[in-house]
């Protein structure tokens, strides 16, 4: 049911009620259970589960929707772009771009019980990206209940080429600038996601746990905004340069 209702929003063109409305007693728990089935579904159609995203990293996302930790969400093969695409406002309800660190697995994180130390070990490399969020939700008046259902509020993603092992950077200390049309809207540093970013993969391995949920070899990880979201409209281009890992950038067209 939620999850029909949820897709509805590309059959009209347009955002939906949140999933509170149609039922105010549904738990976070209930939420990913709908993403779960939701993803289970896609899979079943022909799409591949590329990997994970975490949301609500920061403290201030964390106080807007009233709770202490981050979510998640999957990551599908029809999510990713390639560094430098253009993608047709056709695929996307309400966007809004951010930045982050992705990190690669070079083999899988298995919780509970997973440390920061255990995901340095497992990641193959990390390269700099973007996430293009979206909300089927309308006008993105959200819950923590609601996002999650949505797949928290997952669009499309970008990465880009330039690789990195983990032993040649400091990842607290990574800076990120993002640009809109060219002009510099935020800054950002990898300890704006949680501390840092490895702990939010940390945390991911672990929730997943909760619904026999691994982090596999091969996937990627889009480990938390650095900085606030921008929106962004058809004729918009996005990119961020990030230290030590170059750049990344998409651009939108009618």
Sequence with gaps: MFSNHLANAW????????????NPDLHVDDAYKIQLYTIQQQVQSGQTITGKKIGLTSKSM???LGVGEPDFGHLLDGMELKNGDSLSFKKLLQP????????????DL??????????LLATDYIVPALEIVDSRIKDWEITLVDTVADNASSGFYVLGENRKKITEVDLKQIGMALYHNDVLQNTGVGAA??????????????????????LKAGEVVLSGALSATI?????DRCRAKFAELGEVAVSFTE
Excluded: H, R
């Design 193 to 214: 996601a949680l501390g840092n970013p490895a702990k939010c993969v940390a945390w991911l391995a672990n929730k997943l746990a909760d619904y026999d949920v691994a």
């Design 62 to 64: 964390q106080t807007m």
């Design 231 to 235: 929106e962004v409209k058809p004729g």
């Design 110 to 119: 298995v919780g509970p019980n997973i440390t920061s130390f255990d995901v």
């Design 96 to 107: 809004k771009v951010e930045a982050e660190i992705a990190f690669i697995l070079k083999e």
């Design 11 to 22: 059959n009209i063109g347009e955002g939906v009620q949140p999933v509170t409305a149609l």
